[in-house]
Each structure stands twice: as structure tokens, then as C-alpha cells.
């Protein structure tokens, strides 16, 4: 405040002391990198560092804008040398202007610089609390109020006036107060940790005092200059879940989030994500922004992929971009075809390119390998066989959400990058038809993986639930149907076909993303996943048998899928059988099978090579404990193979053997041991074969089978194994099994079918 009984000479705005020694300052306010006001000063004239002679004993300024936007401001850190705080308490007005006052709450002052001429140096940072909008902050000419912009300086002390050199002019307010800023120093234990968002050491709060581990409700700064920038949760190659408010990523900062973990970390942002460095989101990593993004920057944002998977990213509020602002999304697609030979991916695009919006791209944006690239679309209109179409025209636009084929005969593997704004909102197909094969190729156009089984059911009235995506390195299609089968869950850019029902369009919502990097693997009750492997090393196919309530025995084409051939003759396959002959990938079959005598299920198989070959059996533990599963190998003709206990099957095929080599027999747990009341043998049927269960440790000693009539067809004795069947006849009708053993003799009426 004005010191009335100093004496001060200014001339040409240089303070001449009474001690000889002469500094000029200035003053003004600015934005800083934080999006906070500052207030600095810097020496203009004069050398050397203040004595008691000549040190500053007092501060007073005011900060003002027009009360017409409605906002204030407030202390967010003061230098400890100057101890400014607010004056007044509250904030004033002085005709169409609102201020509030600043002075040095103590004297006299020990600055913490050695003044340096034409550098400025903070003295307070504020925050605008109210509002919002953008205007003008600054500070007041001297004399504008009483207490007027005013320096005391010297011993005794001189009023001294600064210049004002600059203000803040279209200031956004409010800013957002980051409660902590990045640093990178941290280290856990002697370990360092430096990369690490969950260490408290890595974070300061605003004014560079001791930070801590971010919360949901914490803003945090990344600011450029940092040697260490953010890459895990918790600490270096450990999982975990790291929360913040709003983000801010400064240019030259950046964040390269889930790097080398593997292990599925996720950042949950609650607030605004602004990136005006850069963000990468690694295959390990998931991020969730609750509000608003800002990209500023050309591909500021990067949604990286590889062999372990693809980042994933779910907005929640309006993405928006700078004039120069884009995002890259990055697609692993593997090949092991080898050179001169062809993979073909499933692929759609996965930033939209063209408008801005949910245009999608052109087909040049899918070229991966000059001159070797091939690319299909899918004709429902055809048939069948004859599907695929050949698209070659680097203007031909892949609309988003529409899938294509995709191959290289280079023999390598390939990313395939996206460059432009992020797809999300609703989104919905091209016109969707119904005339022939009825089957569409769609693709996920956003960066996160989707809930198929939800979304299939958005669109039930046009589309079946279940789709089949086709995966070169196993060489077969992988089907799910009615929430069984391959994942729930589909991942950034994967094609998929889908089923239709009738016309119309497959709508995609928000609200159906997800983060995942699920493998093809689902968890249901009482279902059979069975895998065949051999041939050429990958080659594999999977076909599910399960039980459910609303199933029949015959294809039920709302909750199964028939089974798709690979698109190469040499591959491994296995597909089993409905009762009307439809050749199956997942084959559900009515729950009331479990509970009568014997449910036999035929498994074709098919190959193109003379090798070894295996079936492995899993989820087997989704059944009733008391469940038993047999393998029936026809062509070996030995004892069935108890798969509960031996889940690995082994055996030799050629190309052009007998397709119909294996039934898969099931016997539910209330039939075990129960046939009919007898303990020692059970006696079943299936389709022209009977079938005797020995469930004792003994030797049977005779099986006969008559015709009603009581003729005698066919006669063994001493049968050693414990399921054993015998062909009966290609005559349709009832015949008459009798079983002798040591201690009984069990007569059954068996009904032999074609």
C-alpha cells in the first residue's frame, strides 16, 4: 500500500536509489503451459542482487476482467519468497470491472532470485473459479483503485511503480487446476519405478511440493522436458487399474500406457483427456475417458497392435481434433501361409479417412504391400460358392462397419494403419439384403473390442445370433452361436459374418464396447469343446457339442451354426452331425438327452495330409460330475476311450479316409450304472448299431441279437472290452439283445434305425 512519508524520484522509469543502486522491473499476466494465470516480473535495468539497501519490502497489485463474464479467480500457489495472498477476501468491482487485490502478506521479503534482466520470474499462480467462456485478465494501471499497483523497495523503503507488459487476452475459464504434475523421479524400495502412474514419488502436486497416487478425482499434468513418462500402473511389468480426473497431455509430453506388461492394465480417466503431446495406447492397455478428448496434434493418439493383442480405447463424451489433430489405429495381421501362398484376414476399417465422421476409408488405405495385395468383398447377392468378389479400385470406399478379405503373398507378416478421426457414436451398416446366401461381412469400426452377444441381440430382428470369423493361422472358421463358441467379445477391425434374418441395417452402439483381449473361449454349461490339430503346423478346427433345453435334434438355427468348409482343401477340419444330416460347427442338442439311456453325436473328420493327428477335449467340468463322454474311434474298433480321464486323443489319418471315423457318446449322470435296473451290463441302440456296456471287472461270455421272430442274427462270445458295438442290420425295426455274463443273463428290446 502507499507509503505517503517516501520520497521517490522516477525519471525515464529508472529508480534511483538512495544508495546509488538502480533496478526497473515490469509486470504483466499470462497463460502458463498448465492453462493457470500467472502473475511474473522480470528486471529490466540495473545489476546485482538486493541488499537490505535495496530490497523489495512490499507488493500490491490488482488482477481485473470485465464483470460481465461472470467468473473470479483465486490463489492456487504463491513463491514462498513473496507470500502473496488476497487482500481484500472477496472479490470487488469498480465500474463494468471485477478485481481482487494482492499484497505481501509479510516484510520484508527474501526473493528466491538473483535477478536476471529480461527473465521473467512467477510470483503468484492463480485459477479462474466461476464461469465459463473466454476474456481478458489483467493487471490494473496504478492509480485505477486506492490500494493502486505499488512496490516499496530500499531501506528505508521507496515507492516503486512497474510498468504493465502484457495481459492474458482470450483466456478460457475455468481452467482446470491439475492437483498433481508428472515427474518421473520416483522410485518403490530402492527400485526405480520412474514409469510407474501408481507411485506417489512420480507425481509433485501444482507447486512443486510432494505428489501422490492419483485418484478419480486428481487432475493430472504431463508436461514436456520430463526424462521419465508414464508406461505402467503400479510398477514395472505388474498389472493393475490407474484412475485420474482430468488428464493433460502437454506438447512434448507424452504417455505410452501398458508398455511391455502384457498383463491388461487400464487407465480410467473420469474427466476430460487432453492430448496435446502424445498417447499411446499399448496391445496390454485399455483406457476408458469418461468425458470429453481433445487430439491437437497430427497422430497424437496411437492404438498400438501386435501379435499379443490391440489397446483399446472407449470415449464416453465428444472426441474433437485441432486443426491438424488425428489418431492412428494399428491392426497385427499375422501370416503363415508362406511365400507365394495366401492368409486371408477378415478386416474393415478402423478410422474413418474420408470425412471426418463414419465414412470409413478407401481401399488404398488397405494396400499393405505394393503390387501383392489382394482385397474381396463379400456379394450376398451371389451364392455361396461364389461369393467373393474381386475389388481393385483404390477409390472404391469401404464404407464403416463393412468388411472385406484381405491377403498379401509375401509370406510376412503385416500392421495395417489407419490414419484420421476415431469412429464411435452409432453407427449403422449399408442396406443389408436377403435375396441369396444371406450372409453380410461386417467389421468393429471402433477402438475397443464389442460385445457380440448384446449386439446380436440389438439387432435380432435381423440378424441370428451368431456369427464366424475366419482365422488363417488355424486355417478354419471360428463360429459362435447363441453364446457359445468363439468369444463373446470381438476385437478392434475384426471382420465377422453375420446371418440375416431379412433387410435392413446392423446397427452399432456406444454402449456395447468394451475392453478385452479375450481369447476364442466361452464359459457354458454342459458343453464339449472338442480340437483337432495336425497336418501343416497351425492347422486346427474347433466344433462344439452342448446341451440346452431349447434345442431338438435337428439343425435349430437360432442357436446353432452350421459349419463352414476352409477356403484350402489341405486343411484339418472337424464338424459333427444333426439327426437331419446338417453338418455342424456347434451342434446343441435337447438337455432331456443328458437323462436318457446313451446320446451318440457322429464327429466327421477330414485332412490333407498322411500324418498324426489328435482330438483334445475341454470343458468337460462344465457337466454334471457323474457325466461320462466316450470317444468311439470305428476305424480302430478298440475299447472306447473314457475322455473325463483322457482328454488327448492320438491317431493316424490319411487324405480320402472314411469321414465318419469317430461318435462322441454321452451318458448323463442319472443313466450311469441305472440302465433299466441292471448294475452289471447296459444295453443301447444307435441308428444300426447296438451297443453293450460291461460295468463289471469280468468277461461277458456271450451276446446274441434276434429278430422278433426269434431268429438268431448274429452270436460273440468272451467280449473283453468295456463298450463294445456291433452292427445289427440296415433293416429298420426291433431286435433283441440278450447278454450273458457269470452271474445274469439281461434280455433288452433295442429299436435299430438308418
Known sequence: MKKNYFIILIVAGLLVCRTGFAQTFEIRITENS???????????????????????????????????????????????????????????????????????????????????????????????????????????????????????????????????????????????????????????????????????????????????????????????????????????????????????????????????????????????????????????????????????????????????????????????????????????????????????????PTADMISGGTDGAYLSAFNLVNGNTYAYEWDESQSSDNGWQNIYDNNYVVHAVSGIGLSTDDGSTNTLEMTGELMTGNISSQSLSYSNNHNELLSNPYPSSIDFDNLAGDNSSVVQNKYWIWNPVTNNYVARAAGSGGSQYIQVGQGFFVETKQAGTFDFTNNRRTHSNDAFRDNTSNILTIVATGGLEGYRDENIIRFDENATSGY???????????????????????????????????LENLNNDMTSVPLYFNCGYNDNYSLSFSDIESFDTDTEIWLEDKQEGDDWVYINDNPVYEFTASPGGAEDRFIIHFFGPTNIGEHKGHSSVDIYSYRQHAYVKNNTINKIKCVEIYKLSGELIFRTKNVETRFTGFRVSETMGYYIVRVATDSDVITEKVLISK
Open 34 to 348: 498448465y492453462s493457470y494465470l500467472e502473475v511474473q516480473m522480470r528486471e529490466t535495468s540495473g545489476t546485482g542482487t538486493p541488499t537490505t539497501s535495496t530490497i523489495i519490502n512490499d507488493i500490491s497489485f490488482e488482477i481485473r476482467w470485465l464483470t460481465a463474464l461472470g467468473t473470479d479467480v483465486a490463489v492456487i500457489c504463491s513463491s514462498n519468497g513473496y507470500n502473496l495472498a488476497d487482500a481484500l477476501g472477496s472479490v470487488q468491482t469498480n465500474g463494468s470491472y471485477s478485481y481482487r487485490v494482492f499484497q505481501a502478506t509479510s516484510t520484508p521479503f527474501n526473493p528466491p532470485e538473483n535477478w536476471t534482466q529480461n527473465t521473467w520470474m512467477t510470483l503468484t499462480t492463480f485459477k479462474s473459479t466461476a464461469g465459463s467462456g473466454s476474456g481478458t485478465f489483467e493487471i490494473a494501471p496504478d492509480g485505477w483503485v486506492a490500494q493502486g499497483l505499488n512496490w516499496n523497495q530500499g531501506s528505508p523503503p521507496v515507492d516503486y511503480t512497474p510498468s504493465v507488459n502484457g495481459q492474458a487476452d482470450s483466456y478460457s475459464y475455468p481452467t482446470v487446476v491439475y492437483d498433481l504434475v508428472w515427474t518421473g523421479n520416483g522410485s518403490d524400495n530402492g527400485f526405480q519405478n520412474e514409469h510407474s502412474w501408481g507411485l506417489a514419488g512420480n507425481w509433485s502436486d501444482e507447486c512443486g511440493g510432494s505428489g501422490s497416487v492419483p485418484t478419480s478425482s486428481d487432475n493430472c499434468f504431463i508436461p514436456s522436458g520430463v526424462s521419465n513418462y508414464p508406461e505402467n500402473v503400479n510398477k514395472a511389468f505388474a498389472p493393475g487399474t490407474g484412475a485420474a480426473n482430468n488428464v493433460r497431455i502437454e506438447n512434448g509430453g507424452s504417455i505410452s500406457f501398458g508398455l511391455q506388461t502384457n498383463q491388461g492394465e487400464l487407465l480410467n480417466i473420469s474427466g476430460s483427456l487432453n492430448i496435446y503431446g502424445n498417447m499411446t495406447v499399448n496391445e496390454d492397455a485399455g483406457v476408458t475417458i469418461g468425458g470429453s478428448t481433445y487430439i491437437d496434434c497430427a497422430e497424437c493418439l496411437v492404438i498400438s497392435s501386435s501379435a499379443n493383442g490391440t489397446g483399446s480405447l472407449i470415449d464416453n463424451g465428444i472426441i474433437s481434433y485441432g486443426v491438424s489433430g488425428t489418431a492412428r489405429v494399428q491392426t497385427y495381421l499375422s501370416n503363415s501361409a508362406g511365400s507365394g501362398n495366401f492368409d486371408i484376414h477378415l478386416i474393415g
Open 556 to 590: 435349430d438355427k437360432e442357436i446353432e451354426s452350421v459349419k463352414w468348409a476352409s477356403q484350402n482343401n489341405d486343411a484339418t477340419m472337424i464338424a459333427s452331425m444333426a439327426e437331419d444330416q446338417t453338418e455342424l460347427a456347434i451342434n446343441v442338442l435337447p
